[in-house]
C-alpha cells in the first residue's frame, strides 16, 4: 500500500461515515479486505505519520486546547485524532500547530468548558491506533502477529508518546504565547483553583460510581492500604 492510498483510506472512512465509531467499523471491514502485507503497510504509515505530529510543540498546542487534560495517554490518543483529519489538515498543522484554530472542529470547542464536551468533541481517536491490528487478526487468525510482521520489516510500533523538539512549560503563559500565539489567546488555560475544583467533582462522581467511601477507594488502589496508612 503507498501512502496515497493510505491517505485515500483515511479521507474515504469519514465521507462515509463521520461519527467515529462508524467509521472505524468501516476502515476495519475494508482493512479486513486486504492482503496482510497491505495491512501492515497501513499500519506503518498510520506509524510514521504519527511519529511527526510528536512533538512538545505538538503536544503543547493539545495541551491548551484541552485545557491542560492532556497527559501522555491523551497525547498519544490526539495524534491519531489528528491523522483522521486528513492528509490537507495533517500537513499544514504539523507544519505547524498554531494553525489548529483553523481546523472546524478545534474552533467548535472555543469558549466552551471540556465539561460540556461530549465524547466525540474530544480531540482524541484511541481506537484508530488498534484498527489494522483487529484486521490483520482477522484475516490471518493470528493473534497480534501484526507484531511480528512489522518487526519482520524491520518497523517497530510505539505504544507512547516520546516527543522531540525543545521541552518547555506548558503552564507558562508567556511561553505559550511565544509559541502557540493564536491558541494561547483563543484557549488560554483556566484558573488552577478551577482546574482543582473540576479534578475533585471527577474524583468525587468516580466514587459514586462506584459506589465506594474515598476510604475503600484508596484500599483498592493502594494495595490494601487506606490513605493515610504507613508504608
Known sequence: M?????????????????????????????????????????????????????????????????????????????????????????????????????????????????????NADWPGWESLNYSARVAYDKVTGEVEGIFDAMEARGHLSGSDPDPSGERWDFEDPAEAARRLPRLSTVFPLSDQSERDRRGQEAFEQLLAERGQTEEEFWREFGGGRGPSATP
Open 2 to 118: 503507498h501512502v496515497d492510498a493510505f491517505w485515500d483510506l483515511i479521507e474515504e472512512s469519514h465521507r462515509q461515515w463521520p461519527d467515529p465509531d462508524l467509521r472505524l467499523t468501516w476502515l476495519e471491514e475494508r482493512l479486513s479486505t486486504l492482503p496482510p502485507t497491505e495491512i501492515v503497510d497501513f499500519q506503518i504509515h498510520l506509524d510514521e505519520a504519527k511519529r511527526r505530529t510528536d512533538t512538545w510543540l505538538m503536544w503543547g498546542a493539545a495541551y491548551l486546547v484541552c485545557d491542560s487534560l492532556c497527559s501522555s495517554d491523551g497525547f498519544w490518543y490526539f495524534q491519531p485524532w489528528l491523522v483522521g483529519l486528513g492528509r490537507e489538515t495533517f500537513e499544514r498543522v504539523v507544519a505547524d500547530p498554531d494553525e489548529l484554530i483553523n481546523v472546524p472542529e478545534i474552533r467548535r470547542l472555543a469558549g466552551r468548558p471540556t465539561g460540556d464536551w461530549s
